[in-house]
Antibody, heavy 121, light 108 residues
Framework: EVQLVESGGGLVQPGGSLRLSCAASGFTFSDYWMHWVRQAPGKGLVWVSRISNDGSNPKYADSVKGRFTISRDNAKNTMDLQMNSLRVEDTALYYC??????????????WGQGTLVTVSS | EIAMTQSPATLSVSPGERATLSCRASQSVSSKLAWYQQKPGQAPRLLIYGASTRATGTPARFSGSGSGTEFTLTISSLQSEDFAVYYCQQYNNWPPLTFGGGTKVEIK
């Protein structure tokens, strides 16, 4: 059974940092591209970042570029999101998401339950 | 960036009735369109990809259609478990991957 379990969320002040982690199991993690998608309270889904299966060529939404860094450790089956210079508007539930197995089709077939990040003074 | 617009924002439907949800892209996304269902307190779940292909486990009462800029998700006979928020997502031009604002299907 595919499982994606996020951790690391919490309350942080504006300008602060937080590191989110996603632990994957139930599939060959190193075969899949992975993403982070976020959802502000009561709002819709917003794509944040993507990392390829070998950790190369990360991509970011303009709203987080230069502040967030995505990474992965295929030996540990984990993916991280380092979030720096956090803003109030980064407050959201952050989902770890697996991209479809069909290379070049960037839709999401499995989602974690999310970890909540709250940026507030 | 491709903008995705869903309508209506809220759809009130009686159980057993048909529901039709729309998604429009600001430019062509070919058939690279997915639909997700999200119930309160839960993560989204993939329903449809490639505009019309049901994901594993998606009941046959869900069908997707369209290509280019106009897409439709149809639920042929609403069951109690189908009341949820539905999102479309394009994956033709990115970054960024973009989602619609969602359609909430509520009990009439």
């Amino acid at each position: 059974e595919v499982q994606l379990v996020e951790s690391g969320g919490g309350l942080v002040q504006p300008g602060g940092s937080l590191r989110l982690s996603c632990a994957a199991s139930g599939f060959t993690f190193s075969d899949y591209w992975m993403h982070w998608v976020r959802q502000a309270p009561g709002k819709g889904l917003v794509w944040v970042s993507r990392i390829s299966n070998d950790g190369s060529n990360p991509k970011y939404a303009d709203s987080v570029k230069g502040r967030f860094t995505i990474s992965r450790d295929n030996a540990k089956n984990t993916m991280d999101l380092q979030m720096n210079s956090l803003r109030v508007e980064d407050t959201a539930l952050y989902y770890c998401v697996r991209e479809s197995p069909d290379r070049g089709t960037y839709y999401f077939d499995y989602w974690g339950q999310g970890t909540l990040v709250t940026v507030s003074s | 960036e491709i903008a995705m617009t869903q309508s209506p924002a809220t759809l009130s439907v009686s159980p057993g009735e048909r529901a039709t949800l729309s998604c429009r892209a600001s430019q062509s996304v070919s058939s690279k369109l997915a639909w997700y269902q999200q119930k309160p307190g839960q993560a989204p779940r993939l329903l449809i990809y490639g505009a019309s292909t049901r994901a594993t486990g998606t009941p046959a009462r869900f069908s997707g259609s369209g290509s280019g800029t106009e897409f439709t998700l149809t639920i042929s006979s609403l069951q109690s478990e189908d009341f949820a928020v539905y999102y479309c997502q394009q994956y033709n031009n990115w970054p960024p991957l973009t989602f619609g604002g969602g359609t909430k299907v509520e009990i009439k």
